[in-house]
């Protein structure tokens, strides 16, 4: 069942059913995931302890520079691994979401490996540019490693439903309302985070609805419409 079926009102006058998956896909899913499971692997090399570290750091606010730059500095190559993960697992979901049962697409192949990076790199520039513009550095730096930390997060997530989507038969739309769950909470986190961070600069109030809904909400409206008028 396609993504869009799920999405839009159709859903209702299709019958779900479970049934036997394309091997080309599961193929390509398992080399993804052969991908990501080696950049975890060599990260967790490199550091022995950093999943405690990125589960401590999502979860923390005040001070979160000094923690990040004494226990998980966010410039070290595990870091940088734990971020390319995020590009390979979110492209590896989208391909399940999506449906697709072969790579017939050139287009469709390329916005499942482009999207998760622009995405990032949008709401990367996004925060810069509101950074250069406001001229709150701090401020706005601690929101850089909210996205930066919750990417790299979620990353790790995707890869272990990928591998749970390997290894059962889940139905599509139970997979859908899981991963959607999981990217909801990582989000509602971040935003609680941005907002208290923002709270405790005392910075004006508007930066809070700026961060609300210039760096976060618009880079979701824009890539999701893009992905619905290319893939529906």
Request: proline share 3%; net charge neutral.
């Amino acid at each position: 069942m396609m993504l869009s079926a799920i999405l839009f009102p159709t859903l209702f006058f299709i019958p779900e059913e479970l049934s036997a998956r394309d091997f080309s896909t599961s193929a390509i899913v398992g080399y993804g995931l052969f991908v990501s499971f080696v950049f975890i692997a060599l990260s967790k090399l490199l550091k022995s302890d950093i999943f405690k570290m990125l589960f401590l750091s999502n979860y923390k606010i005040k001070s979160i520079n000094t923690f990040l730059k004494d226990n998980f500095p966010l410039n070290r190559p595990e870091s940088f691994l734990l971020l390319f993960n995020f590009f390979i697992s979110s492209g590896i979901i989208l391909f399940i979401l999506f449906d697709f049962p072969v790579v017939e697409s050139s287009v469709e192949f390329l916005v499942v490996i482009l999207l998760p990076v622009l995405y990032f790199l949008f709401s990367i520039v996004s925060i810069l540019f509101s950074s250069v513009l406001l001229g709150e550095r701090n401020t706005i730096q601690q929101l850089l490693f909210f996205r930066i930390i919750g990417s790299q997060y979620l990353g790790v997530l995707y890869s272990i439903l990928a591998l749970f989507w390997m290894l059962t038969n889940v139905s599509h739309k139970s997979f859908l309302i899981v991963v959607v769950g999981v990217t909801v909470g990582e989000f509602l986190i971040r935003i609680f985070k941005g907002a208290i961070s923002v709270l405790q600069k005392n910075a004006p109030w508007y930066y809070i609805i700026l961060y609300f809904c210039t760096l976060e909400i618009l880079p979701m409206i824009i890539f999701y419409n893009y992905l619905v008028s290319i893939l529906s």
